[in-house]
């Protein structure tokens, strides 16, 4: 019977003061990084619509020069799916610690060298071709630090609250995104010309400082304990990478579903909706008051998402998750209107539900999730395909075609809302072809997608029982 082939799940040792402190390492460290990443994509995202299209690309029609912006935001997640191959491969191959310290460099160290790059103005179509390889750059990193963040802690996390810790550091999205959108808020309170010249480069040299406090933590974290366990067993994979495209493509390709809905909305309310209420108001139309959207929508996920995540641990990884895809779906429609209308303080409110209880009910529960849908040999693999690939299809097409549809249709808010609601459909779907991983041992080396209908059960409650028969 598939119940005998199972493991008993690895106790963490929680009064283990070693442990504790590893825990709260690793807590920090991909908080640390979480926040980077998302304060530079974030702060990219809001300098797209409304300072880069200025300033790297000719003027002539600056609806396209708008498009153009956006386009070079959409590289940087092109660049994601190959960084997350390659340190993804080696991750697990020679352990989550030390890709996590060289991601934050590549990533940092682009970022920072956005704030030092030359504009259109003083060396013309140099300065796009900057930009865009600055970008590649920066998605290239980041491409696997989200993935070895949710890995890291996920394999440090205690297996009855793992929901709730794999969550902790994705707090620092929270934080990177209500950072940036503080900060250009503050710099958008400049004059149009000291912004243009030299303000809006302040926070992208910034960035330097996030790097040195994640290198100081990161070098001094121990490997996970189940990747120590994979290496004493010598059951590394050779080849990762063969794997994860046969017998582990079925969870990427349900990873990359679950995800449509959570990166694709995310950057629609971070990025689009702002460029669709100027496109809606007129040029006259204050951007640094809509930004608190934004801010508040932060605000909100530093509380939603731990409290989904552990929801997960005591409902089930698939119930909370299908909760925040349906809110999406539902939501959609009424958001776009309400931001065609112009009012500021209406459309700070969307950007913000939108942000602070749609998408991030969703992250929650994914924390924990696509880890658990993934064996020990190919873990960080999967999850950096699922999450990277699906950062392409979503997030990065999400300001491109946004920006294509808004300057095509004249700002039609029921496109983007069609779209939207696309994106939460399959996710929808997505959460009834996964089999619930709730309390899966992370030692295990096979894929929870392709455990049988009876190991998997069909909720926590089936799921407890397998553990207790196991036991």
Not at 130 to 148: D, N, P, T, Y
Not at 201 to 218: C, D, E, G, N
Not at 244 to 252: A, E, K, Y
Not at 418 to 434: D, E, G, H, K, Q
Request: with cysteine; hydrophobic share 50%; charged share 15%.
């Amino acid at each position: 019977m598939a119940v005998t082939t199972a493991s008993t799940p690895t106790p963490q040792p929680t009064d283990d003061p070693e442990y504790a402190a590893n825990l709260r390492r690793a807590t920090l460290a991909s908080s640390i990084g979480s926040a980077l990443e998302y304060f530079d994509f974030a702060l990219y995202g809001l300098s797209t619509a409304l300072i880069f299209n200025v300033l790297f690309f000719p003027q002539d029609d600056p609806a396209l020069a708008t498009v153009a912006a956006f386009a070079t935001y959409g590289v940087g997640f092109l660049a994601r799916p190959f960084g997350g191959l390659f340190f993804g491969v080696l991750g697990d191959k020679l352990g989550r610690k030390w890709v996590l310290v060289i991601t934050i460099l590549l990533m940092g160290g682009a970022s920072t060298a956005i704030g030092l790059l030359p504009t259109y103005s003083a060396i013309g179509v140099a300065a796009p071709i900057l930009l865009v390889i600055m970008r590649l750059l920066q998605g290239f990193g980041a491409g696997a630090e989200q993935a070895g963040a949710t890995v890291l802690m996920a394999e440090y996390a205690p297996v009855k609250r793992r929901g709730f810790f794999a969550a902790l550091p994705f707090i620092g999205i929270q934080a990177g995104t209500l950072l940036a959108a503080v900060v250009f808020a503050l710099i958008s309170l400049l004059p149009e010309d000291q912004l243009l010249t030299w303000g809006w480069r302040v926070p992208f040299l910034a960035s330097f400082l996030l790097i040195l406090i994640a290198l100081f933590i990161r070098v001094r974290l121990r490997e996970t304990p189940t990747f120590i366990e994979l290496e004493k067993s010598e059951q590394i994979a050779e080849r990762p990478v063969r794997d994860i495209f046969t017998r582990g493509l079925p969870g990427v390709i349900v990873g990359i579903g679950l995800r449509m809905a959570e990166n694709g909305g995310s950057y629609m309310f971070n990025t689009l909706a702002l460029t669709f209420f100027v496109a809606s108001v007129g040029g006259q139309a204050d951007r640094s008051l809509l930004t608190w959207g934004v801010t508040l929508g932060s605000l909100i996920g530093i509380f939603s998402v731990p409290l989904t995540g552990a929801l997960s641990d005591r409902m089930g990884r698939r119930t909370v998750y299908r909760a925040g895809a349906v809110f999406m779906l539902v939501f959609t429609f009424p958001a776009w209107w309400l931001i065609s209308l112009g009012s500021y303080p209406v459309t700070i409110a969307v950007v913000a539900v939108g942000i602070g209880v749609a998408v991030n009910s969703m992250l929650g529960p994914q924390c924990a999730m696509l880890p658990e849908l993934f064996g020990n040999r190919h873990r960080y693999l999967g999850v950096a395909m699922a999450r990277e690939i699906s950062a392409v299809l979503a997030g990065g097409l999400a300001g491109v075609l946004g920006a294509y549809i808004i300057a095509v249709s004249g700002a039609n808010w029921l496109l983007l809302a069609i779209y939207m609601a696309t994106l939460a459909l399959i996710t929808t779907a997505s959460t009834f072809l996964v089999p619930e991983t709730l309390r899966r041992d992370l030692t295990r080396t096979d894929d929870a997608i392709k455990v049988s209908r009876e190991e998997a059960g069909e909720g926590v409650d089936a799921t407890t029982r397998t553990v207790r028969t196991i036991r």
